[in-house]
């Protein structure tokens, strides 16, 4: 027993020591003056323990050194268009010797030992099955699709065919609203020799968009024949200021009078947003 002032100790204490075999004495309760007591051994309680004000566990839990092999942690991810997102990753895998990589996987389940139930299982190949119903509040997306739609209704089937139909819908709105870039008949056409005739292309760009890098394409057609006559690029690396035109003379070598034809252009350029603008022309013409 310790009672009173003791040599090492800063407050009178009341406490129990126990001899070590080796020689020396270890506490197994102290109780300070001020009134704090502490136990330094291993203790078991059979009845309830009451606490009458705050308890608080000076000695935490100390972390894993490493959780293998799995670890969880904030992370901070620079997109391709420098926009900056905060992720909380999930890794599974630190791959040692002797660990089949095919083996790791990542699993969400409930339910005590014996009575697990699956809620969400990835595997090492990027394989995610949900083990009961899936709800989507949210929009979903599908990219990277590696082979045809399968053949049943499904989540993914779905979103491929919404994604399908809404590019088709962009590439027809932007057909119909696209005046930024017009492609139009200025003159002609008429004949030119007893074989030929001249037009000339007018390409302008809106009142508020510069088009860039324009390229324009024609296609000669016989009418009579169905058959191609001549298909070639007539304009190549023009800018267009907003409000502008650029001017095309061309003469076309159709064949003996008479001979119909069907003359079509397509011109192409780049947007001020990069985004491609496009004019289209297509008239008739005989010699």
């Not at 109780?31 to 608080?56: F, L, Q």
């Not at 990753?89 to 095919?102: M, Y």
């Not at 299982?121 to 599908?142: I, M, N």
């Not at 989540?155 to 919404?162: F, K, P, T, V």
Request: charged share 15%.
């Amino acid at each position: 027993m310790v009672l009173g002032g003791q040599s090492g100790r800063r407050t009178q204490v009341l406490g129990v020591q126990l001899a070590r075999d080796e020689g020396g004495l270890d506490d197994v309760t102290t109780v300070n003056a001020d009134g704090t007591g502490r136990v330094d051994i291993d203790a078991s309680v059979a009845g309830d323990i009451r606490a009458g004000g705050p308890v608080r566990l000076h000695t935490p839990v100390p972390a894993p050194q490493a959780a293998a092999p799995w670890s969880l942690y904030r992370a901070s991810l620079t997109r391709p268009d420098k926009t900056v997102v905060e992720q909380l990753r999930l890794e599974v895998g630190e791959v040692k010797s002797g660990v089949n990589p095919g083996a790791l996987e990542l699993l969400v389940a409930k339910g005590g030992i014996g009575a697990e139930q699956d809620l969400l299982r990835v595997d090492a190949g990027t394989t995610v099955t949900v083990g009961g119903s899936l709800t989507v509040e949210g929009f979903s997306t599908v990219t990277g699709f590696p082979g045809p739609l399968p053949a049943g209704t499904t989540l993914s089937s779905l979103a491929a065919q919404e994604a399908q139909l809404l590019a088709v819908a962009q590439v027809l709105l932007t057909q119909l609203t696209n005046t930024d870039l017009r492609a139009t008949l200025h003159a002609g056409p008429a004949p030119s020799g007893s074989t030929a005739v001249s037009y000339t292309l007018r390409l302008a760009s809106s009142a508020t968009t510069t088009v860039t890098s324009v390229a324009a394409y024609e296609t000669v057609v016989n009418v009579s024949t169905s058959t191609l006559i001549s298909s070639q690029f007539i304009a190549q690396g023009i800018d267009l200021p907003a409000a502008s035109t650029h001017d095309v003379a061309r003469t076309v070598t159709l064949g003996p009078h008479p001979t119909p034809a069907s003359i079509a252009v397509m011109a192409i350029g780049v947007g001020q947003d990069g985004q491609p603008r496009i004019g289209t022309l297509q008239f008739p013409a005989s010699t």
